[in-house]
């Protein structure tokens, strides 16, 4: 996190914090996985699917964007201070994030890959096939319908939008309650069940839906009618 740190300050943008997400649970799962005498190769492959799959996106999406408008109000508000500041809250505070989050995939590598799957880790591939589903399909959804002028202004209602106003989201849900049932069929450590749990809480309670909505209330007219006939987070038939 400190070589991205110091990317950031020549590049004048914190933002490639966001992009490294996804790829920095990539790195320590396949970190893990070399360092196991028998790493758990089906983790480490959905881990990396999901890592560089959610880096390359946002790469994409971020291009010739500039900095993310959360990381200029930092800048303004602390001024000089900014580089120390976003040293601590933003990129080691990530690191330290990263490192929770992946704790049940480490924990797996350090216990070694199963002879054979059972029906835990069935479920947890459906499950992190599930997530990935909506975490790919809500992106691209959400992509096109921002390339058309006419959507300009507009709310998103449409595919997997019109049954959950977050469909990215909930897809991250289940990809990690997925890959934590994966690493507990091989780990059996049940405490890394914490690693899930505040991701879960992250997304629905902090810095996933309600920071989103705050944002984009204030950018969309018709947004409050879409939050009254659609679940915020889990998918369901949309309200009349």
């Known amino acids: 996190m400190l070589l991205l740190w110091l990317a950031s300050l020549r590049l004048k943008d914190a933002s490639i914090v966001d992009i490294w997400w996804g790829p920095g649970f990539a790195v320590l799962a396949v970190v893990a996985y070399l360092l196991a005498e028998r790493g758990h190769l089906l983790v480490t492959g959905l881990v990396t699917v999901w890592g560089l799959r959610l880096g390359a996106y946002l790469l994409w999406r971020n291009a010739g964007q500039g900095e993310d408008p959360r990381y200029q109000a930092m800048r303004r508000h602390w001024g000089e201070r900014f580089p120390w500041v976003s040293l601590g809250t933003v990129f080691v505070l990530q690191g330290l994030l990263q490192w929770f989050v992946a704790l049940p995939v480490i924990v797996a590598q350090q216990r070694g ?9 069935g479920v947890g591939v459906l499950f992190f096939g599930v997530g990935l589903f909506f975490e790919t399909v809500g992106d691209w959804q959400l992509a096109r319908f921002k390339a058309d002028p006419e959507n300009q202004g507009r709310v998103m209602d449409r595919g997997l939008w019109r049954y959950t106003r977050h469909p990215n989201y909930f897809g991250d849900f289940c990809v990690w309650w997925g890959i ?11 405490y890394t069940i914490a690693s899930p749990l505040v991701m879960s809480f992250l997304l629905m309670r902090v810095s996933g839906v309600p920071m989103l909505e705050r944002s984009i209330g ?3 007219p018709g947004y409050a009618e879409y939050q009254r006939r659609t679940n915020a987070f889990f998918p369901s038939p949309p309200g009349p």
């Open 113 to 121: 890959a199963p002879e054979s799957l059972g029906a835990l880790a």
């Open 180 to 190: 934590f049932l994966v690493c507990l069929e091989t780990s059996g450590a049940v």
């Open 218 to 220: 204030k950018r969309r």
